[in-house]
């Protein structure tokens, strides 16, 4: 049977040594000229913050892009309501986000991967914008990956998940990452050992 395409971005779901993900994240100022937001948006640290909270925006997905963390939830904006699904474009708010860089996540491959992929490195890709009915984000991991597991790519591969329904030999199947190129990693190594992306963070 066909997998159902359905894009979410990345969810946490454990931790690297196989423990459950307990919750936590960490309150984070959405920045005004973040684009929109969606729950399972990536996210990169603007090198700022607000009122003591690191400010967020939108990370870009391809390869050389940090990644700060994943958005959970939205706090509500009694301005416009008791709940928010998400954060449109030039909207300020407060994102609860995932920023531990030992936690796993599955997302929805966005071709087809196999088990030779396992433990290869590869992207997000953000073919599909996030929806503004149910707030979950577009956002899906490339099926292209890289043999090399090099130090500039977003994601790494690191198994599938194991659900009846999830047939991984067939496209749009559902995998385990882990951020590859995440904020919180001090030095990302490239053949020269130094860092070429800039300062932790941004």
């Known amino acids: 049977m066909a997998n159902v395409d359905n894009p979410h971005g990345l969810t946490p779901i454990e931790h ?9 994240t960490r309150r ?55 709940e928010s699904l998400y954060i449109a474009s030039a909207d300020s708010g407060w994102a609860n986000v ?8 599955a997302g929805q491959v966005d071709g087809v991967v196999g088990s030779d992929d396992i433990g290869q490195v590869t992207n997000l890709v953000a073919t599909h914008s996030g929806d503004t009915t149910t707030g979950i984000s577009g956002m899906e991991i490339d099926a292209t990956t890289d043999t090399s597991t090099s130090w500039k790519n977003q994601l790494m591969i690191i198994g599938g998940v194991d659900r009846p329904d999830n047939d991984l030999t067939l496209t749009h199947a559902e995998y385990k990452v882990i951020i590859n190129l995440h904020s919180f990693r001090a030095i990302h190594q490239s053949a020269g050992g130094a860092d070429p992306l800039g300062p932790v963070g941004v």
Do not use: H, M, Q
Request: charged residues 15%; aromatic residues 10%.
């Open 16 to 24: 690297i040594n196989g423990n459950p993900w307990n919750g936590a």
């Open 98 to 105: 995932c920023v531990d860089p030992d936690v796993v996540y």
């Open 28 to 82: 984070c100022r959405v920045d005004a000229t973040a684009g929109d937001l969606f729950v399972g948006d990536a996210v990169v640290w603007n090198g700022s913050g607000s009122g003591g909270y690191p400010e967020i925006v939108a990370a870009s997905a391809g390869a050389g892009n940090k990644i700060f963390g994943v958005i959970v939830s939205f706090e509500p904006r009694p301005a416009t309501g008791l």
